[in-house]
């Protein structure tokens, strides 16, 4: 099992950047991700990382925007936002699987964090 925390979220305006952390502890030879949710609506794929860092993926939507990274040494997973639109208003959920595949389903991934608030202003 690993224990998820994440840190990092907040209200930014438009076009601003933010930078979320997950630390874990625990299992930690595992493929990451980020996931998103927000009010009335489902859990959205948002980025993943492989525990090697060497392969990502990105939804769609956050493309060319978001960057995920992770430094092993400190058991910590990044997502980088930047040019936030109003539209990633959610809350941000960190995300570990027991291997080391990346995936972007939701439904691959065994432990949580509690997620973090992100509310982007117009």
């Known amino acids: 099992q690993v224990q998820l925390v994440e840190s990092g979220g907040g209200l930014v305006q438009a076009g601003g950047s933010l930078r979320l952390s997950c630390l874990a502890s625990?299992?930690?030879?595992?493929?990451m991700g980020w996931f998103r949710q927000a009010p009335g609506k489902e859990r959205e794929f948002v980025a993943a990382?492989?525990?090697?860092?060497?392969?990502?993926y990105y939804a769609d939507s956050v493309k060319g925007r978001f960057t995920i990274t992770r430094d092993n040494a400190k058991n910590t997973v990044y997502l980088q936002m930047n040019s936030l639109i109003p539209e990633d208003t959610a809350v941000y959920y960190c995300?570990?699987?027991?291997?080391?595949?990346?995936?972007?389903?939701?439904?691959?991934?065994?432990?949580w964090g509690q997620g973090t608030q992100v509310t982007v202003s117009s």
């Open positions: 625990g299992r930690t030879f595992t493929a």
């Open positions: 995300a570990a699987r027991s291997s080391v595949v990346v995936t972007t389903s939701s439904c691959t991934y065994n432990d």
């Open positions: 990382t492989s525990w090697s860092g060497g392969s990502t």
